[in-house]
């Protein structure tokens, strides 16, 4: 069989249709995949823009399935990567007729280290003990080592880091129960697999791995593909970055201090140099008081410097200097303090970078509670990125249902730096001019106006009330949530709010109830995938623009500014524009499914812009009437009674 052999499937339908109850043929689906099949053949570069319901997901596993060749397919979240190997892969397999070795491969700070749980059982911790020898029941059942088996490793429970390693404090072949990790297990699985489903972090830590010179986490491959693609450029800037945080500092502290107490305590002047650091990094800690300016979470450092952070600082960089120092020489004693020491000449050396600032980059500080990461980030990450693109002579296929603005992928493909690429733009198959119903209230506030969150209450309050339920109420910040959430309790509603509960918990209790509301944020714009009656209403409050205050866009609109480009026109609209369409994406998820889509934003009529959003969204019908939209959710709330009732 051969890429192209899979992507024949879509011609003569006839096996999917055997294991597809009720398959559809879709002309975008077979375009993709004859796409995908010669990008596989010629080791081409392809970019494709999939609506919903395209079916990208098997337009791209059967040719690469097909194709008998070494594959990766990277997607955004962890969540994904468990949806295509529980559900997608062994689909593909089953229309293809034949099996492929398929491993799944994840970041480091997923899999139990062994090593790390012995030093935690001996750490004497009374509050995670009894936690502990669950973990320890689990590590002698567990074939993968996969702490997503156990728990959930985003909850940020401080558990996961006394139990997982990370590129920092991992011994690697120097580690007692080396034979027995779990990572190098799955990098193992990954190297002898046909098909590895990696994420996008991992992809990214694998490029900086191999420009840096220092080997690979991912294997090599014939093809490259990159589901969620629209997520690339905002996660290429963390990892062609460098970043220092507090707790990696206070982590070397902990370690450090550990291993003098088990080599006797016999070296006083070393475990001073442990407490100068961890003074000195409580003290900037300090510096930085209740927050960055007005309580902000993240400022540039030259916005937040003082003369007593500026102290702090050099107080910070001469401890660190002085204790990597003064480890060379005792790094013999045990293998435990030479990791230790390696990790303080590594922490040394990217304290130096991020500290420093040039037109290149920019230093950030971001504050997470009593915690903070000094960041240092590229203003420009289509270079580097385009770099490792050339440098590995595979396949590579970047695909999402959003990537174009106004029929266009040319913001997309520029932020990284991706050239002579084929590329196509492939419509939603769904009705969406008889199904939908586009909102735009008449006359609404302006966003920046003290009554618009008023204004938008009485029109969220009002839609509910005629879709009976059945609602997303999608905010582009955390005090929308908090506020349209109480709003919605005192008009006798009872939301689920993002921050009550874990998120996969909140998305469980709506798909339970087709009458529920949910109030929500970022995280809940993307990757939710709700079909039929049980979503018919989604409001999104505000444009989602991103923020000017943040750090990392300030200076790269300056840069903009200065090379004579428009940063709004060229990079906050277009960014906006993709995010939008990605949370409207989640209204029309099934040919079936009918809704209104609610954008309380009169900007999308009274800007000079407004036009270039409307013309990048799904074509649907519109209306400026609230009545008429009441009226349109109504129905499908009497006609799901009737049927419910029949």
Same mark, same amino acid.
């Given at each position: 069989m051969t890429a192209a052999t899979g992507a024949a499937l879509f011609e003569d339908d006839a096996a999917l249709a055997a294991v597809l109850p009720g398959y559809r043929p879709r002309a975008g689906q077979a375009e993709m995949a004859d796409a995908v099949a010669r990008a596989i053949d010629e080791s081409g570069r392809l970019v494709v823009e999939a609506g919903t319901g395209t079916g990208k997901t098997l337009a791209y596993l059967l040719p690469a399935l097909a194709s008998r060749r070494k594959v990766i397919v990277s997607t955004a979240t962890r969540y994904l990567q468990t949806q295509l190997a529980e559900k997608d892969v062994p689909l593909a397999q089953t229309v293809l007729g034949r099996s492929a070795h398929t491993a799944v491969l994840k970041g480091r700070s997923n899999y139990l280290c062994l090593h790390r749980l012995e030093l935690a059982e001996t750490s004497g911790d009374l509050y995670l003990g009894p936690r502990l020898r669950k973990v320890r029941e689990w590590a002698g059942r567990t074939k993968t080592g996969d702490i997503g088996e156990f728990g959930d490793p985003g909850d940020g429970d401080a558990l996961w880091p006394r139990i997982t390693s990370t590129t920092d404090n991992c011994l690697g072949t120097d580690c007692p129960l080396y034979d027995q990790c779990w990572v190098l297990h799955a990098r193992?699985?990954?190297?002898?697999?046909?098909?590895?489903?990696?994420?996008?972090?991992?992809?990214?830590?694998?490029? #900086?791995?191999?420009?840096?010179?220092?080997?690979?986490?991912?294997?090599?491959?014939?093809?490259?593909?990159? $589901?969620?693609?629209?997520?690339?450029?905002?996660?290429?800037?963390?990892?062609?970055?460098?970043?220092?945080?507090?707790?990696?500092?206070?982590?070397?502290?902990?370690?450090?201090?550990?291993?003098?107490?088990?080599?006797?305590? $016999?070296?006083?002047?070393?475990?001073?140099?442990?407490?100068?650091?961890?003074?000195?990094?409580?003290?900037? #800690?300090?510096?930085?008081?209740?927050?960055?300016?007005?309580?902000?979470?993240t400022q540039s450092w030259s916005e937040a410097s003082s003369p007593e952070r500026e102290a702090a600082r050099d107080t910070l960089i001469e401890a660190l200097g002085a204790l990597d120092e003064a480890l060379d020489p005792a790094t013999d004693r045990s293998e435990g303090l030479k990791s230790v020491a390696r990790r303080a000449l590594d922490l040394r050396a990217r304290l130096a970078l991020v500290v420093a600032e040039d037109g290149e980059r920019v230093s950030w500080i971001e504050r997470r509670g009593a915690s903070w990461i000094w960041h240092s980030t590229p203003l420009d990450v289509a270079t580097p990125f385009a770099r490792a693109v050339e440098s590995t002579p595979s396949a590579w296929i970047f695909t999402s249902a959003t990537l174009s603005v106004k029929d266009d992928l040319g913001y997309f493909c520029a932020r990284l730096g991706l050239h002579d690429v084929e590329s196509k733009i492939l419509p939603s198959p769904f009705d969406y001019e008889n199904n939908a119903l586009l909102y735009s209230p008449q006359r609404m506030p302006a966003p920046s106006a003290a009554n618009f969150d008023e204004a938008a209450v009485e029109e969220i309050v009002a839609l509910i009330n005629a879709a009976e339920g059945g609602a997303f109420v999608l905010c582009t910040s955390y005090r929308a949530v908090r506020r349209y959430g109480q709003a919605l309790v005192e008009a006798g509603f009872e939301p689920l709010v993002q921050g009550q509960a874990p998120r996969a918990s909140l998305l469980a209790d709506f798909r339970t109830d087709t009458n529920a509301v949910l109030v929500a944020t970022s995280s809940f714009w993307e990757g939710v995938d709700v079909r039929g009656h049980g979503l018919r209403?989604?409001?999104?409050?505000?444009?989602?623009?991103?923020?000017?205050?943040?750090?990392?866009?300030?200076?790269?609109?300056?840069?903009?500014?200065?090379?004579?480009?428009?940063?709004?026109?060229?990079?906050?609209?277009p960014q906006a524009v993709i995010m939008l369409k990605q949370g409207v994406g989640r209204l029309i998820r099934d040919a079936e499914d009918r809704g209104v889509l609610a954008i309380c934003d009169p900007r999308l009529f009274t800007a000079r812009y407004g036009g270039i959003i409307r013309a990048s969204l799904p074509p649907m019908a519109i209306t400026r009437s609230r009545s008429a939209a009441c009226a349109f959710v109504d129905a499908l709330a009497s006609s799901a009674f009737e049927t419910s009732s029949s």
């Open positions: 193992r699985e990954a190297q002898a697999a046909d098909l590895v489903i990696a994420n996008h972090y991992l992809l990214f830590a694998d490029m #900086t791995v191999r420009e840096a010179g220092f080997g690979e986490v991912l294997p090599g491959a014939d093809a490259i593909v990159l $589901d969620e693609a629209h997520k690339l450029p905002d996660i290429a800037g963390r990892f062609f970055g460098q970043a220092v945080s507090s707790r990696q500092l206070r982590d070397l502290v902990r370690d450090g201090r550990a291993e003098l107490e088990a080599l006797g305590g $016999d070296m006083p002047g070393l475990a001073a140099r442990f407490d100068a650091l961890g003074d000195s990094e409580g003290a900037f #800690t300090e510096s930085l008081g209740h927050g960055l300016g007005q309580g902000a979470m209403l989604v409001v999104i409050d505000k444009l989602p623009f991103a923020s000017p205050a943040d750090p990392v866009l300030a200076a790269r609109f300056e840069a903009m500014k200065s090379a004579g480009e428009n940063p709004f026109m060229d990079y906050q609209l």
